[in-house]
């Protein structure tokens, strides 16, 4: 089987050109659920998405139970769409047992697994190679700062808003290529600001969750002071709001990465030009070496968070107190 963009899977069930059995897995939750609903929407005849639309958690439900799920063909030639998250916690023989209840096909059912962003496989692993073997693949990546900037654009002019360039750079920015993000982030906007005015820098300040961008900032400010004490009312407070270390972890992870590369003087993206200087001036209290050092210890972090350990909050205020060396307060 061949990997495909949303792009191309879109087109092909748009044309009625559905595979037996999917794969959904990358970096955008949103995306890969809304694309699972669209897909069952297409393949489903309205009166029976209730009843035939089915969805499965691999942690929840126990591999008999779900063989006898997939082992009852659709009656009168219904059509049914059974959908498998968290496949990748299944082992090498247990999919392979339900890969063989699922030859031959049935032209009536579709069957769609997929892995959260938190469980993307590598594409070098034995786990990718088997499903590359048995299924189609449609990767959902983030979207790029243009195309993020382009759907805030055609969204908020369909209802009556303009946005100034520099409330536009920092939305996208905050939204960091989420789709989740740009659609709940747009629709709070719209309810704010009314129709035939234009949304400013300061709207997204007062609207936008969480405001991750300057909140990190504060946190990246907090562990060069080595101030354990704000350090961590920072992390809770970013927790309180709703994010999840591993995602304010990606924030952190990616800020240092900035603060590295103007520390190189290579940070030339015109559509930050914003906090350009920001960056610049935070880069220059770290040496380059430190920098590093840094970043490899959020990956490594970030790969323990992925793990499921007990207490990632915990976690994440030890790695950020750690990253502030020896300055902590006491």
């Known amino acids: 089987m061949a990997q495909k963009t949303p792009g191309g899977f879109f087109k092909d069930i748009q044309a009625g050109k559905f595979k037996p ?19 069952a929407k297409q393949f489903i005849p309205n009166r029976q998405l209730i009843t035939n639309y089915r969805r499965f958690d691999s942690r929840k439900i126990n591999l008999k139970d779900l063989l006898a799920e997939l082992a009852v063909y659709p009656m009168l030639g219904e059509k049914q769409l059974i959908a498998v998250a968290n496949f990748q916690s299944y082992k090498k023989e247990d999919s392979e047992r339900i890969f063989k209840i699922l030859t031959p096909p049935d032209p009536n059912r579709i069957v769609v697994l997929s892995s959260p962003a938190a469980k993307a496989p590598n594409k070098k692993s034995p786990f990718y190679k088997r499903m590359v073997e048995k299924v189609e693949l449609v990767e959902f990546k983030k979207l790029s700062d243009k195309m993020t900037r382009q759907t805030v654009i055609k969204k908020l002019e369909k209802n009556g808003l303009k946005i100034e360039p520099s409330a536009l750079t920092l939305l996208t920015e905050l939204i960091s290529g989420n789709r989740g993000a740009l659609e709940n982030e747009t629709d709070k906007l719209q309810n704010y600001v009314q129709p035939g ?13 969480g405001f991750e961008i300057y909140n990190v900032y504060a946190l990246a400010d907090h562990i060069i002071e080595g101030n ?4 961590v009312q920072q992390i809770r ?13 990606f924030f952190v ?21 914003w906090i350009n200087n920001r960056y610049r001036i935070q880069a220059k209290k770290f040496e380059i070496d430190r920098l590093e050092d840094i970043i490899i210890q959020i990956a490594l972090t970030d790969s323990e968070l992925r793990h499921n350990i ?3 909050s915990l976690t994440l205020e030890t790695l950020a107190l750690k990253l502030s060396g020896e300055k902590q307060e006491k």
Do not use: C, M, Q, W
């Open 310 to 312: 007990p207490n990632p």
């Open 237 to 249: 407070l970013l927790l309180a709001d709703g994010n999840t270390p591993t995602g304010i972890l």
């Open 197 to 209: 005015k234009k949304i400013t820098e300061e709207d997204i300040k007062k609207v936008a969750s």
């Open 228 to 231: 354990s004490k704000k350090i």
């Open 21 to 39: 059995v999917y794969y959904f897995f990358g970096e955008d939750d949103y995306r890969i659920i809304e694309a699972e609903k669209h897909l």
């Open 253 to 273: 992870g990616k800020h240092f990465i900035n603060l590295y590369l103007a520390r190189n003087n290579k940070f030339r993206d015109s559509s930050k030009s």
